[in-house]
């Protein structure tokens, strides 16, 4: 199987930036989509952006010009670049990796807190 770290999280001020980054690991693979879901507190888990593994993006209306999603392929991670950072950002972030070799799944990372003070 794959597992998947995240990292980056932290706490910011409105405005500012943070990069997130997550590695995937294990015995060889192949990844087709990779992407990050949030969760913030009682809401449910929302798709803020994902790549292919042919590089075509796609980003939550809510993020579209502040973030940006990016990944290289030979390393097997992904990154979330987040510039202007509201409060309603604040969540929890979590690494996907969609498997297709040797077996289809789904993988998660174990999530990084984001946390934006106004």
């Known amino acids: 199987q794959v597992q998947l770290v995240e990292s980056g999280g932290g706490l910011v001020q409105s405005g500012g930036s943070l990069k997130l980054s997550c590695a995937a690991s294990?015995?060889?693979?192949?990844?087709?989509?990779m992407g990050w879901y949030r969760q913030a507190p009682g809401k449910g888990r929302e798709l803020v952006a994902s790549?292919?593994?042919?590089?075509?993006?796609n980003y939550a209306d809510s993020v579209k010009g502040r973030f940006t999603i990016s990944r290289d392929n030979a390393e097997n991670t992904v990154s979330l670049q987040m510039n202007s950072l509201k409060p309603e950002d604040t969540a929890v972030y979590y690494c996907?990796?969609?498997?297709?070799?040797?077996?289809?799944?789904?993988?998660w990372g174990p999530g990084t807190q984001v946390t934006v003070s106004s």
């Open positions: 996907y990796a969609d498997v297709i070799w040797p077996a289809i799944s789904r993988n």
């Open positions: 294990g015995s060889s693979f192949t990844i087709d989509d």
């Open positions: 790549v292919t593994s042919g590089g075509i993006t």
